[in-house]
Nanobody
Framework: VQLQASGGGLVQAGGSLRLSCAASGRTFSSYFIAWFRQAPGKEREFVAAIRWTGGITYYADSVQGRSTISRDNAKSTVYLQMNSLKPEDTAVYYC??????????????????????WGQGTQVTVSS
């Protein structure tokens, strides 16, 4: 299984970015695909997740209303559109995939432990 994250970059506060996570190597129909982020000196934190089948979505409070997670089944790709970016959004963003029963509720979805596969990360830097 491979998860290839891309789309990061340097953007001014108030700007937008769209991150992509290209998934390959297995069928993800029952899986959640999630984005986590990790800023320097901080722990990895949940950003957003989408269930591949059905499209159920979850967001962290910190990005709710500013971000949209979506999927393109034909391209096996999950996107994270981030708008109104703030300097505190600066971090390395990772995509992850998981299909265990741990992910049956929000508590499980927002925890990193429920994910089996991780991508390499893409840097997002928001300047003030």
């Amino acid at each position: 299984v491979q998860l290839q994250a891309s789309g990061g970059g340097l953007v001014q506060a108030g700007g937008s970015l769209r991150l992509s996570c290209a998934a390959s190597g297995r069928t993800f129909s029952s899986y959640f695909i999630a984005w986590f982020r990790q800023a320097p000196g901080k722990e990895r934190e949940f950003v957003a997740a989408i269930r591949w089948t059905g499209g159920i979505t979850y967001y962290a409070d910190s990005v709710q209303g500013r971000s949209t997670i979506s999927r393109d089944n034909a391209k096996s790709t999950v996107y994270l559109q981030m708008n109104s970016l703030k300097p505190e959004d600066t971090a390395v963003y990772y995509c992850a995939a998981g299909g265990s029963l741990v992910l049956s509720n929000r508590r499980g979805v927002v925890g990193a432990g429920g994910y089996d596969y991780w991508g390499q990360g893409t840097q997002v830097t928001v300047s003030s």
